[in-house]
């Protein structure tokens, strides 16, 4: 079983491919806090950036040598044209350097579409009504992108599936770079459940 796997998310690039060639749209998210679910409720691809361990690529970053490792792989990923296929990324800020590299992206114009997610620190009702906004925010944008309305029982239909989705972690851990399919990386939760992450507002950013 951990060869199959194994197997497959060494072809994870080529099978992303493959779904862009047969007309899907791969939205990438850089962490966990990013609402995935909202991506698979307005019909596209939910893949999670991770790091390929490989020194090449963060030479290749042209990010200072002290920076987060992850955002230097990720960045050197980008200019080696590994994510070639990514229609948009969501970027949801765990640390200085994955929140700056947003806006070295959304600047070189990466990906065709940046959104950059931001939860509240706090789980309260003030909390709870903001998140809400920016997460109906959000989907609407996604919908623009794919042409898909989110609707409620669309969200929950991508809901159950994140929670029937057997979680395999992400990240270092994984020595890999994208996962991709309907099955979510990491530890899927409901959207708008999230209560962890930077306290300011959410923003967003798209190119055309």
């Known amino acids: ?7 497959l998310f060494d072809q994870r690039h080529e099978k992303a491919r493959e779904l862009k060639q047969g007309g899907a749209k791969i939205i ?10 909202l991506v698979h409720a307005a019909g596209m691809v939910p893949v999670q950036l991770v790091e390929d361990r490989d ?22 990923q980008i200019a080696a044209g590994v994510l070639d296929y990514v229609d948009g990324v969501m970027v ?33 009702e003030a909390a709870v009504d903001y998140f809400t906004r920016e997460l109906r925010r959000l989907a609407d944008e996604l919908g623009r ?34 996962r991709t399919g309907p099955c979510f990386a990491g530890s899927p939760r409901p959207a708008g459940r999230r209560a962890s992450g930077p306290r300011t507002r959410s923003t967003s950013s798209r190119q055309p």
């Open 145 to 178: 992108v794919s042409g898909t309305r989110v609707t409620d029982d669309g969200l929950r239909t991508s809901i159950a599936l994140a929670r029937a989705s057997p979680t395999t972690g992400s990240g270092r851990r994984s020595r890999s770079s994208t």
């Open 55 to 76: 020194s090449r690529y963060e030479a290749r970053s042209g990010l200072l040598p002290y920076l987060c490792g992850m955002s230097k792989n990720l960045a050197g």
């Open 1 to 7: 079983m951990i060869a199959r796997f194994k197997d």
């Open 92 to 124: 949801s800020t765990v640390c200085d350097t994955n929140r700056h590299i947003f806006d070295v992206w959304v600047h070189q114009k990466a990906f065709p579409n940046h959104w950059l997610v931001r939860a509240p620190t706090k789980h309260d």
């Open 28 to 37: 990438a998210s850089f962490y966990g806090l990013a609402p995935r679910e």
